[in-house]
């Protein structure tokens, strides 16, 4: 017994000794990520080493906590603790370490003002943040975590010349799978803020225009943290790898730029656009929600569908409310499409509105017939393209059509002293000038929605009597002109009249006219 007693106490001490040189350890097979019973003994035998004292940052890792924080009283002003998970001879123990070092004293200030007290980590939460962050950082194979951060972000001014300042205590959680990570960041309360989709294959190989599964709701949520749901934005831009908005965000109202990749928003940069020209963009500004940018894969869907055949390829995105064209305070999405291998300045412009209806299309010249507006059919494509863009049953003054354009004069909504005018043609659908008013008036005034009421034989059979009437040989019908009647004529029914011009061309001289009811009948004619 005594020789036993002899060999038991050497053992027992080159036991201990063994288990206090090891400096290399192995980790245990459960962590502190997914045992919360030793996470929380391992955290209480952290602060009991670190004290009652506000933290800067919290890093956990399978086998280790770390935790950075003031430390007065130590030698230094600011330093670093561990606590490790190690597996030696005699078992497994949490080893703590520290304080250490880990900030020289310039830039201790600036540490100081990114603390957060003790209370504010919810641990509790942290198993229902995991399953979400797999949700959302949306790797080609399931994913685990490898590590996570509790610390407040430094966050750049949107005003130029004001510091950096801290914002609110955040949760970054570190998803992996091989080579993809994503880290996945929430708040205190554990509200989603956004995911750094950088290194994932779904990040590297993104198409926001093309691929419509991206989540552009969440868009819409981090940029309203930003801009709020004033009317403070000036307009929006979609590209293939980021949606940018410009607001109206800095302290004195200045354009300020943000941006969302497909994972999270970023920004709080100046307008370069801005910046260059030395003023505020001329745009009016709308509420971030009025654009709806949560259906943007609809409004793709539905500009794709409007254009031609063969013309899929998304060259622009952008919203804004259209300044100085149609309703001035129309909020649109002009969607430009090209051919996959077409000319690179050849597009078709389709604008869709929020509600996503299609406001207009337009065509490049390659598509558009020369002589078109004046047949039947080319005459109500005319006045459904202006529906489209003033509105089913506004009222205009006058519509004009030739072979290659058509006129139509309307109140301007701006000015009621004023005649606005539109003009459709070879480059679309565009805003003219405009006039005073000089004989217009209320009573002058008719629905689009009843110029599209004419009889087909008008601009058809009509010609061939207008012509054979005339009598001139060449002669072809150059202008048809829809409007009151006034001042020398009047439908009887009250409605818009057509009138017909007729001459030999080039010049058309030696012309004459014909006035027609939407109806077809003949009201006078001259020459």
Do not use: C
Not at 80 to 89: P, T, Y
Not at 99 to 111: F, M, Q, S, Y
Not at 207 to 220: G, H, I, K, S, Y
Not at 232 to 244: A, H, N
């Amino acid at each position: 017994m005594l020789l036993f007693q002899r060999i038991l106490k050497p053992a027992r001490l080159i036991l201990a000794f063994l288990s206090l040189i090891i400096t290399v350890p192995t980790p245990a097979t459960a962590d502190y990520l997914d045992d919360q019973e030793m996470f929380r003994a391992a955290w209480s035998k952290l602060l009991n080493a670190v004290g009652d004292t506000d933290l800067y940052l919290v890093h956990i890792l399978p086998e280790a906590i770390g935790v950075q924080a003031p430390a007065s009283g130590r030698g230094f002003p600011f330093g670093g603790w561990n606590v490790e998970r190690r597996k030696g001879l005699l078992g497994t123990r949490d080893k703590l370490s520290g304080p250490v070092e880990i900030e020289r004293p310039p830039l201790v200030p600036l540490r100081m003002k990114g603390l957060f007290a003790q209370s504010e980590l919810d641990f509790d939460r942290l198993p229902e943040l995991f399953e979400v962050a797999k949700q959302k950082a949306r790797l080609r194979l399931p994913g685990e975590i490898s590590e996570v951060l509790a610390i407040r972000n430094l966050v750049k001014s949107v005003t130029a010349g004001k510091p950096s300042e801290y914002g609110a205590l955040r949760w970054v959680i570190l998803v992996v799978q091989g080579r993809e990570q994503a880290p996945v960041a929430f708040d205190a309360d554990g509200v989603f803020l956004g995911v750094d989709i950088s290194r994932t294959s779904r990040g590297l190989l993104r198409d926001l225009r093309t691929q419509p599964d991206w989540p552009f709701d969440e868009a819409v949520v981090g940029f309203s943290r930003h801009v709020g749901d004033g009317e403070v934005v000036y307009g929006l831009t979609l590209s293939k790898d980021s949606l940018i908005i410009t607001a109206a965000a800095g302290e004195d109202g200045e354009a300020v730029d943000f941006k969302w990749d497909g994972g999270m928003v970023t920004g709080g940069h100046g307008n370069i656009s801005a910046a260059i020209r030395g003023q505020q963009p001329q745009a009016t500004p709308f509420a971030l929600a009025d654009a709806h940018i949560e259906r943007l894969p609809e409004f793709l869907a539905t500009a794709s569908a409007a254009a031609p055949e063969g013309w899929r390829v998304i060259a622009r995105v952008e919203a804004a409310i259209e300044q100085g064209e149609f309703k001035p305070t129309e909020l649109v999405w002009s969607i430009e499409l090209m051919q996959p291998k077409g000319f690179m300045g050849e597009r078709v412009a389709v604008r869709v509105r929020p509600d996503g209806s299609v406001a207009s299309v337009v065509l490049p010249d390659s598509l558009r017939p020369s002589a078109a507006y004046l047949s039947h059919a080319g005459a109500l494509a005319a006045i459904d393209e202006f529906q489209a863009a003033l509105g089913a049953d506004a009222a205009v003054y006058e519509l004009m059509l030739r072979d290659d354009r058509v006129t139509l004069l309307a109140p301007d909504p701006e000015n009621a002293s004023r005649v606005a005018e539109f003009q459709l043609g070879k480059r679309g659908l565009r805003r003219g000038m405009g006039r005073p008013k000089i004989i217009e008036s209320e009573a002058d005034l008719f629905a689009l929605s009843r110029a599209a009421t004419f009889h087909p034989d008008i601009l058809s059979a009509a010609k061939k009597v207008v012509l054979s009437s005339f009598g001139a040989a060449g002669a072809e019908v150059f202008m048809v002109k829809m409007w009151s009647g006034a001042p020398f004529w009047s439908s009887p029914d009250g409605g818009p009249v057509l009138r017909m011009n007729v001459g030999v061309p080039p010049n058309h001289s030696n012309s004459g006219y014909v006035i027609f009811t939407l109806g077809g009948d003949v009201i006078a004619s001259g020459r």
